[in-house]
């Protein structure tokens, strides 16, 4: 199986190879036959990269320690569930799984549009074969997972081996979650690639009109989807399995995920200047560009080890092969761009700083501020290694302070956008969509601090999370009151109605609420609490409104590890509340260590306990308790942005027709008087205009 999954990425990087070849003669011959050729080798190449990370599974459910992956990232006592996830445990598996997941994307766009759009295609499936033929490279011949066990022999000839038992998967990531959240993330990261293969189609073919923003705005979303929900799934892993009390350390390979989504974000706001007003034509095709290489520079840094991190693989040379793909791709964009930067003049210019369209390019503009200060933090112990022998990190401190104000103002921005009019807004019409949002947020900020609120983030957050909550809530409510009074509905059916009519504008909103969401949670910060304690049987430790009152210790014997756990009873005013088991697991497959939190959620805070192992003075038993606000809002606002995403994708659902008898007889329809039903449509003009 082993040979056979090599020979299916080999044969899969000779078909790329011609893809690539094929799609360049078919674009200059433009011969039918030839499109069709390369679009059919772009089709196989996605099938044995299948076969291949198949093979890999297959190996690791049937326990061959043959093969030098599997011995390293696996044993007989591993569950089924993390056999299934130690296959992207490592460098060479997890890049075999970009490349299968990769694959996944360029098969649906390829059949998406088999037949369809001739004059951009064959330029897609160029870019998605090439971008396709790197990875390649890299599964073939720089970090194959596929590699036998060898062990040196007699003259220092090595000969093949085989381990009785494997070394078993890092026990960090024995946990449910990490079998869906490096899918997830890895699903987003792989997904810009379709926009970026557009887009650069369209550069370098000239396409005419906005079809290719059409084409990739779900693409987009996709990914984006994947991406927000990926970077969600890893703070809370590391929430729940580190056991350092927080969900967010701005740790490089956090850094790394943030920043495309930053950049993909701004693109998803600015391409409807694009589709309204034919504008910001040159901003839009670079922040694609821009989002593709982040996410190129994003997998650099967590795969060369460059930087460190808990989330990173070790230190390897095969960062220079990102760094070699990176250079070869800002060429081609920067080469596409100045060839053809005439085909990217914008049709309008921006009318007036109070607009729509003003707001969408603030929000930009915040954004890649965002995503600057974020890359400069990440890469400053690198470039001060570099300029002066001495590696200096810049920790939380620095990119709280800088990014809090911009989470601020982008925040404010999310409210502002549906208040103002596209090309200019009057001031009566400030005054008076801005007057009931603007006080709901002030009411909600003089509340907060009248009971005792003294924070100035955490009250500016509250304030302009009421204002956009308010926004966001009377734009629905609007609508619906059109449609409830044409149609005699209620008003919860009638807002079901208007979002099914314009799912994209409607979802919007609903994300747009989940981040208000995630905000208010993450505000939760300024008041955590934690405390640290020896303990021994019947001792107790009080954390805010709860005292820990630690019972005992049992042990428990597991095929793949064993556990110490303790048994703490919380109380909250005297009365028991609560049972938690914080544990500290061995793992002997690789003789390490690790913690399971304890976390009791409300939506008010998280009760978060871990059993942090023994004091090396006393031999005690280290009980560490953090009190946690609101931190539960954060995870709702999660899957609120991804229930909006799902939403926003769906297609719009028309108004329907209703019949309506005639007012008035006629002699010309018969003896009754009555003519035939007359079709009239529920009158959509007397919606808000943007709901047409």
Request: overall charge positive.
């Amino acid at each position: 199986m082993d040979l056979f999954g090599s020979y299916a990425l080999l044969l899969a990087f000779a078909l790329a190879i011609y893809a690539i070849a094929g799609g360049i003669a078919a674009i200059i011959t433009r011969r039918p036959l030839l499109i069709k050729s390369a679009r059919n080798a772009g089709f196989a190449v996605c099938a044995l990269i299948w076969l291949g990370f198949g093979s890999l599974v297959y190996l690791f459910f049937t326990d061959n320690f043959a093969m030098a992956y599997v011995s390293e990232h696996s044993n007989r006592n591993l569950g089924h569930l993390y056999k299934f996830s130690a296959v992207w445990s490592g460098q060479q598996g997890s890049l075999l799984f970009w490349s299968f997941l990769l694959s996944i994307y360029v098969f649906s766009a390829l059949f998406a549009y088999r037949g369809k759009h001739p004059e951009l295609m064959p330029y897609v499936g160029v870019v998605l074969a090439s971008v396709q033929l790197f990875f390649l490279t890299l599964n073939n011949f720089v970090a194959s997972p596929f590699q036998v066990l060898t062990l040196p022999g007699a003259g220092g000839v090595p000969h093949l081996a085989s381990m009785a038992d494997g070394h078993g998967l890092n026990p960090l990531l024995q946990y449910p979650e990490m079998v869906i959240h490096p899918p997830v993330l890895y699903s987003g990261y792989t997904g810009f690639t379709i926009p970026f293969a557009f887009a650069m189609a369209a550069l370098i073919g000239r396409y005419p009109g906005e079809k290719w923003i059409h084409l990739t705005r779900k693409w987009t979303m996709i990914a984006w989807c994947f991406q927000s929900a990926g970077i969600l799934l890893g703070a809370h892993w590391a929430y729940a399995v580190l056991g350092w009390g927080g969900y967010w350390a701005w740790d490089p390979v956090e850094n790394a995920s943030l920043m495309p989504w930053l950049t993909g974000t701004a693109f998803l706001h600015s391409v409807m200047m694009q589709e309204k007003r034919g504008m910001m034509r040159v901003w839009n095709v670079w922040l694609v560009f821009t989002t593709f290489l982040l996410v190129i520079f994003g997998t650099f840094l967590t795969r060369s080890g460059v930087v460190s991190s808990v989330h990173a693989f070790a230190q390897s040379s095969i960062g220079r092969w990102f760094v070699g793909f990176l250079i070869i791709a800002i060429a081609a964009c920067l080469i596409a761009f100045l060839k053809n930067r005439d085909y990217l003049r914008s049709d309008n210019q921006l009318d007036s700083m109070i607009s729509r369209e003003s707001s969408f390019l603030f929000n930009n503009l915040i954004l890649l501020v965002a995503c600057v200060a974020v890359l400069s933090g990440t890469l400053f112990p690198v470039l001060s290694e570099a300029i002066r022998g001495t590696k200096i990190s810049v920790g939380p401190p620095f990119f709280n302070r800088v990014n809090i104000p911009i989470a601020m103002f982008l925040l404010f921005l999310t409210g502002v956008g549906p208040l103002l009019a596209w090309r200019k807004t009057s001031v009566e019409s400030l005054r008076k969509n801005f007057g009931l949002p603007l006080l709901a947020g002030v009411v909600a900020a003089i509340v907060a601090v009248a009971l005792g609120l003294r924070e100035f983030y955490v009250t500016l957050c509250l304030l302009l999370s009421a204002f956009v909550t308010f926004t966001v809530f009377s734009e629905f409510f609007r609508g619906a009151r059109v449609i409830a009074a044409r149609t005699g509905a209620n008003i919860f059916s009638s807002a079901a109605q208007l979002t099914m009519r314009n799912t994209r504008r409607y979802g919007g909103y609903v994300i747009h609420f989940g981040m208000v969401l995630v905000f208010i949670g993450i505000s939760g910060t300024a008041f955590n609490q934690d405390k640290q304690m020896e303990m021994s049987a019947g001792s107790a430790m009080a954390i805010g409104p709860y005292t820990l009152h630690l019972q005992n210790f049992d042990s428990d014997q597991q095929p793949n590890y064993s556990a110490e756990r303790a048994t703490i009873d919380v109380d909250k005013g005297g009365k028991s509340v609560m049972m938690l088991y914080p544990q500290r697991r061995f793992y002997p497959s690789n003789e390490e260590s690790g913690t399971m939190v304890a976390i009791s959620s409300t939506l008010k805070e998280d009760l978060y306990v871990v059993y942090a192992g023994r004091s090396p003075d006393s031999n005690l038993p280290v009980i560490h308790a953090y009190l946690n606000p609101l931190v539960k809002w954060i995870w709702l606002g999660g899957l609120v942005v991804v229930l909006g995403t799902i939403l926003a994708l769906l297609p719009n659902r028309q108004a329907v027709m209703v019949m309506s008898p005639a007012a008035e007889s006629s002699p010309a329809f018969g003896s009754e008087g009555q003519h035939p039903a007359r079709a009239s449509i529920s009158a959509r003009s007397q919606l808000p205009k943007d709901n047409v």
